[in-house]
């Protein structure tokens, strides 16, 4: 599996129509092109900052895909002001936690962003995804959590998703005990970490589209833990 990871800019302003064109005509690419598997697509709405990550079944189909979408892709940056600022591709070797169970509904995620993960470990996602739920199962509002690693480069990154900013807020101090036990346990660093609202997502097999828009930003009460 192949992902991709995307940082993009937007107009603050135009944030409701970046959220109707990403439903309307963004999605819908997606889901048509061959070997689309999962996605997420996520903003925070003071900075205009969001995030894109699209899972494909290699990388043959990520880059036919992202070919195939690039009409629709251009139109909807020019009609939101947006523009790119990163991208990165990832070589799964592994990903755990995209078919978890997830409980209630996910309107704001962290993305924490990892390095020096140990290579040739098929078996780090599931050990890091099962860490993670023994640290936030058992709190209120959370959604799920799901590990993506790169075995060439050590690189990795995980969403964790809560049902409203105020359990993501609630549950900060768990996170940096988290992120603690994380570099000591796995011998990683944390290379940084965003907070956004989740869009929408996109997965097992793009079979369904899940509206999971949220309301306004608290963002920098939890930012810098």
């Known amino acids: ?20 064109l990403t439903r309307e005509r963004i999605i819908p690419a997606f889901a048509a ?6 996605g997420y697509w996520m903003v925070h709405r003071g900075s205009g900052h969001a995030m894109t990550v699209t899972c494909w079944e290699d990388e043959a189909t990520l880059a036919l895909g ?29 990903v755990s936690g995209l078919e978890a169970p997830m409980h209630g509904r996910a309107e704001w995620s962290c993305v924490t962003f990892v ?17 993670s739920h023994q640290l936030h199962d058992d709190e209120e ?7 993506f690693v790169d075995d060439r480069s050590g690189l990795g990154f995980t969403i964790t998703s809560w049902e409203d900013e105020d359990a993501l807020i609630a549950a900060e101090p768990t ?28 997965g097992s097999g793009v079979t369904e589209i899940v509206d999971l828009t949220a309301t306004d930003s608290r963002v920098g009460a939890v930012e810098g833990g």
Do not use: K, N
């Not at 390095?115 to 860490?131: K, Q, V, W």
């Open 1 to 20: 599996m192949h992902a991709r990871l995307g940082r993009l800019r937007i107009d603050p302003a135009r944030v409701d129509r970046a959220m109707d």
């Open 33 to 38: 092109q061959p070997g689309a598997l999962h």
């Open 66 to 94: 992202r070919s195939a979408m690039g009409e629709v892709r251009d139109a909807v940056m020019d009609a939101i002001g947006g523009h790119l600022v990163e991208t990165g591709s990832y070589l799964l070797d592994g």
């Open 115 to 131: 390095e020096g993960l140990a290579r040739d470990g098929s078996r780090l996602p599931g050990e890091l995804t099962r860490t």
């Open 141 to 147: 509002g959370f959604h799920s959590v799901c590990w």
């Open 175 to 202: 996170g940096r005990r988290a992120r603690r036990r994380f570099e000591a346990a796995f011998g990683c660093h944390i290379d940084g970490r965003e907070v956004v609202e989740t869009l929408v997502a996109v």
